[in-house]
């Protein structure tokens, strides 16, 4: 038997299901708390460690995919982009207003590569996630097939 297309509803019409926001919104504060951190140490670091940072801010808004993806019962793709995009907007709202308070200007190409990069990740996440979660599930299964 094949597995469902990734953001397959699950109701007997195809309908879509609603979104899980609980996961949406565990996902977006798992990824804030890597990807802030490494992202502000990311604007002061030297040339040598700044590789490794955004690596750390990749890595923040795919671990936020990751635990939407897992927490999802279906559409976690769907969960990992909503929990990846959300992440997005707190990080660049508190990156706005530092910019403002400091007279940056605000770069709009790397504010779109941003939003870009968390989707992604967060959907590459996910998916990632919604594996774990299946394996997790077909082993208890198996397991309570045992006598």
């Known amino acids: 038997m094949s597995d469902p297309a990734p953001d397959a509803g699950t109701t007997p019409d195809?309908?879509?299901t609603a979104l899980d926001l609980g996961s949406?919104?565990?996902?977006?504060?798992?990824?804030?708390a890597v990807v802030i951190p490494c992202g502000y140490a990311l604007r002061g670091a030297d040339t040598g460690s700044s590789g490794l940072l955004f690596l750390g801010v990749v890595i923040g808004f795919g671990l936020?995919?990751?635990v939407a993806g897992r927490h999802s019962r279906d559409r976690y793709l769907t969960h990992g982009a909503a929990s990846g995009l959300a992440a997005v907007v707190v990080y660049?709202?508190?990156g706005l207003v530092a910019h403002a308070a400091?007279?940056?200007a605000v770069r709009p190409v790397a504010?779109?590569?941003?939003?870009?990069?968390g989707i992604c990740c967060g959907m590459l996440g996910?998916?990632?996630?919604?594996?774990?979660?299946?394996?997790?599930?077909?082993?208890a299964g198996a397991a309570g097939d045992e006598p």
């Open 14 to 16: 195809d309908a879509p």
């Open 24 to 32: 949406i919104g565990l996902g977006a504060l798992v990824a804030l």
């Open 64 to 66: 936020g995919g990751v």
């Open 92 to 94: 660049l709202a508190i």
């Open 102 to 104: 400091t007279g940056r």
């Open 111 to 117: 504010v779109a590569f941003t939003g870009l990069l």
């Open 126 to 139: 996910a998916s990632v996630g919604d594996r774990i979660r299946r394996r997790r599930e077909a082993d």
